[in-house]
């Protein structure tokens, strides 16, 4: 059984159309916004430590050739995570989950944990992320932890049965329906490009949540919700809360 019902609005990454993705500048932002919730996305670094990145490498964000899991949380701690994105963000750094938590928490948002690929090491990202959540959920937080990888989902569904869990996937297909109600998941996250009428039904019949990525199109947004998605996951929470409202108002 469901435990509780996904937002209809979620910030992809924070407010990651306005500010630097998955930064405490663009939570507090999505949170500005109205966003009821968060997603975000959690790797490991070198020594064991759950950030928030979404990338293997920090090429792109801070312009370096490393990898995540071979840094070290005291060098990502002093990493610009902002500039890149625009100059008047120089100080916003990389997250620990538990940083991350903290402030949602203070904001009074829910979250959406997007566990990354860890090959051979779903195991320690899993308990990683539970030992964060330890004392906020389920009394302090609402939370769905997600992920692309089967293995992760299942490896906390073993470890937290009542932390509820999501598959990801680019595309619908009913092996991956099939898969996410033998993981006991309460939702289902979808890229919204192809996804169709009669696909929402066949999510909804199953009694699982959808939830979509990433809607910017007020239009598109207002469509998925009247085919009965529960969830716009989105880089701009200002123009789809704004979408949002709107419908509540159309009979």
């Known amino acids: 059984?469901?435990?509780?019902?996904?937002?209809?609005?979620?910030?992809?990454?924070?407010?990651?159309g306005a500010a630097p993705e998955n930064t405490l500048a663009a939570f507090r932002l999505a949170a500005a916004h109205g966003a009821p919730w968060v997603e975000f996305d959690v790797r490991q670094s070198a020594d064991g430590r759950c950030v928030v990145f979404h990338d293997e490498t920090l090429e792109r964000i801070c312009a370096r050739p490393d990898r995540i899991d071979?840094?070290?949380l005291a060098v990502l701690n002093h990493l610009d995570a902002g500039s890149w994105f625009d100059p008047a963000f120089a100080d916003q750094t990389i997250p620990t989950v538990e940083q991350a938590l903290e402030v949602l928490t203070q904001l009074g948002r829910g979250v959406v944990i997007e566990i990354k690929d860890a090959p051979g090491a779903e195991a320690g990202l899993a308990e990683c992320v539970l030992k964060a959540l330890a004392k906020l959920w389920p009394a302090s937080l609402p939370v769905v932890v997600s992920s692309f990888?089967?293995?992760i989902v299942a490896q906390l569904r073993d470890r937290a049965p009542?932390?509820?869990?999501?598959?990801?996937?680019?595309?619908?297909?009913?092996a991956l329906l099939?898969?996410?109600?033998?993981?006991?998941?309460?939702?289902?996250?979808?890229?919204?490009?192809?996804l169709g009428?009669?696909?929402?039904?066949?999510?909804?019949?199953?009694?699982?949540?959808?939830?979509?990525?990433?809607?910017?199109?007020?239009?598109?947004?207002?469509?998925l919700w009247r085919w009965g998605v529960d969830a716009i996951i989105t880089r701009r929470p200002d123009?789809?809360?704004?979408?949002?409202?709107?419908?509540?108002?159309?009979?």
């Open 197 to 223: 009428r009669d696909s929402v039904a066949r999510v909804k019949q199953l009694g699982l949540q959808l939830a979509v990525w990433s809607v910017e199109d007020p239009a598109r947004a207002d469509e």
């Open 239 to 251: 123009v789809i809360m704004a979408a949002r409202q709107a419908y509540e108002r159309t009979p």
């Open 162 to 174: 009542d932390l509820p869990g999501a598959l990801i996937g680019r595309q619908f297909s009913t």
């Open 70 to 72: 071979e840094t070290p």
């Open 1 to 16: 059984m469901t435990p509780f019902l996904l937002p209809p609005v979620i910030a992809h990454r924070g407010a990651a």
């Open 178 to 194: 099939n898969r996410a109600e033998e993981l006991d998941c309460v939702s289902l996250h979808l890229r919204h490009d192809d």
């Open 149 to 151: 990888e089967a293995k």
